[in-house]
């Protein structure tokens, strides 16, 4: 076989408390009004621990739907959509029945919603459960990073950025006299800012724990606030750690630099040009702001179609949105993170085979393999965030893609 067998809540407590792989959700219809609260307090960030106390009803049911539950912005597409050929079915990935029974169990013990796989530029087999369409925007998590990672090259190539080595406190000037000083936009880009930080959801003391404890000062992004509360354990530059609110301060870096919202900046640079097929959401914060690190929702298609824009190097209508050399430079290791084989560049996961993936909690994948010209993308809901034997399952799923393909180009 080819591998083994309404709520309410707080959008920025939600990826706070999540965000540690990607983002809060999106739906299948159109979201809501943008509305921004000024309303702060404990009460409200005390609601966001409730998404991880979801049952496995309400993540199939409200992940969706994120973005009507809360304040979202909309990258809107453009009038022209990206076709997306239907390719040569993979029937040698399910070459018996047996094989196909395996997929399907994956499919319904692994709680997938989509499975895509695009092959040189070509869909070679697209697959929905729990609900889902081509049409169902579903929540992207920590996907939102590699997304964000895109936006910080086109404002560097734009001007909005002087350099990947300008420091951060030059465009969040919140952050000066904090541990930010003297970190620069490439340390942020590949967590190596030396700042501490405790992502453990399971630690009362960790630092993702007591952001959800945090009041945020009115008119003041959270994260910026949060983040001049913490200290340096290392030399920027100098050690990977995985940290989210990073993340997040990218996003809040291309808001002040652009003077625009993610999702404007997100439409005008990739979403409308590059031909998305349907408005994506990314929701927003207390003030407004979208989070870099999560938040983001697209269709299964368009996850698609942006793992596809990376194998282009960032070219939309013949230009590249980001500068000469950058998507080589994103996509490949940068540092280590301590497992063989495996590494970190700008928001990316790379892997010493040349591949490289964008990763969510509760199983969202974009694994692109750039040999292959392969773009493999999941959305899902696992029974857990980040479960081992879960991950381990995914990857059987990859590698026995990888060799369908070359037994079937």
Sequence with gaps: MPFMTKHRTNPLLCLALLGGVTGCGSGGGEPTTPVVTDSIGKDIFARGAEVLTWTQAQKVASFPVMDTLFPAHIARRGPTVRALPTGLPLTTLTPTPAAQQALDDFIVSQQVAGLLILHNGNVRLERYALGQT??????SWSIAKSVTQLLVGAAIKDGYISSIDALVTAYIPQLRGTAY???TVRQMLTMTSGVAWNENYTDPNSD???????????GLDANVGFASTLRREAAPGSRWQYKTPESNLLGSLVIAATNRPLATYLSEKVWAPYGMERDATWLVDHVGHEQGGAGFQATLRDFARFGQLMLDNGVVNGQSVVPAGWIDAATRTRYGIGVPGRGYGYQFWTFDDGTYQARGLWGQLIHIDPARHLV????GAWTQPDASASHDLQKQLVAAISAAVDVQP
């Excluded at 493999?376 to 959305?379: G, L």
């Design 181 to 183: 000083d003297g970190v």
């Design 376 to 379: 493999v993308v999941v959305i």
């Design 208 to 218: 993702i724990v007591r952001f959800t404890r945090y009041i945020p000062v009115q």
């Design 134 to 139: 081509a049409n169902s925007r579903w929540t």
